[in-house]
């Protein structure tokens, strides 16, 4: 079973400091995704990544936000000057190999802004 | 306004009946809906997927109907067992393409022995 994997697990920063978020996802696919989830509420789109590009995104995903995939097979998401609402758990996920088979996630990393 | 609503935010039944969860959407044309587990905290967990299409899929236990007139899905796990008990998420699909899915809130279901 394809899997992606995503570090830190859990990440605590100060509000103001940048934050890396890192996902490997399934290799040799095009299309990747970043979502969010705050504690007891839904999973929320932040953006889709495809062919090195930003396909999509949601209105989550304002400039403080960037995704980039800088050596060709990791895949991070920058947050660039935290708030303490910020604070979720930050999910990549990526196709698998059929349409039939959906989307595999990554088991998150868990953003806590103080 | 688009919505994804899914009935309850729980459902508590015997273990061994039939666990129904429903998906309701508004104002959106889904090329497929998908039917997710999550424990907690943990990630998403694909369970079935249903195109517009298709009236019913099934897998082992699991079956999910979608009817596009009614714009709604439901999910079913027979024979419940305590072990099903997690969130389970609907997630829609616009284009038939690898593009994003949305989510509804989710119905955590809990089996009691």
């Known amino acids: 079973e394809p899997e992606v994997t995503q570090t830190p697990s859990h990440q605590v920063t100060q509000m103001g400091q940048e934050v890396i978020l890192r996902c490997v996802p399934i290799s040799n696919h095009l299309y990747f995704y970043w979502y969010r989830q705050i504690l007891g509420q839904k999973v929320e789109f932040l953006v889709s990544?495809?062919?090195?590009?930003?396909?999509?995104k949601s209105e989550i995903f304002d400039d403080q936000f960037s995704v980039e995939r800088p050596d060709g097979s990791n895949f991070t998401l920058k947050i660039r000057s935290t708030k303490l609402e910020d604070s979720a758990m930050y999910f990549c996920?990526?196709?698998?190999?059929?349409?039939?088979?959906?989307?595999?996630f990554g088991s998150g990393t868990r953003l806590t802004v103080v | 306004s688009q919505k994804i609503e899914q009935n309850s935010e729980a459902l508590n039944i015997q273990e061994g009946k039939t666990a129904t969860l429903t998906c309701n959407y508004t104002n959106y044309s889904p090329a497929y809906l998908q039917w997710y587990r999550q424990d907690p905290g943990r990630g998403p967990v694909f369970l079935l997927l249903?195109?517009?299409?298709?009236k019913e899929k099934r897998k082992e236990r699991l079956k999910v109907t979608f009817d596009t007139t009614l714009k709604q899905s439901l999910f079913h796990i027979t024979a419940s067992q305590p072990a099903d008990s997690a969130t389970y998420l609907c997630?829609?699909?616009?284009?038939?393409?690898?593009?994003?899915?949305?989510f509804g809130s989710g119905t955590r279901l809990s089996i009691r022995p």
């Open positions: 249903i195109r517009e299409n298709e």
């Open positions: 997630a829609l699909g616009v284009y038939s393409s690898a593009s994003k899915i949305i």
């Open positions: 996920a990526s196709p698998t190999d059929k349409l039939n088979y959906g989307y595999t």
């Open positions: 990544f495809y062919n090195n590009e930003i396909s999509e």
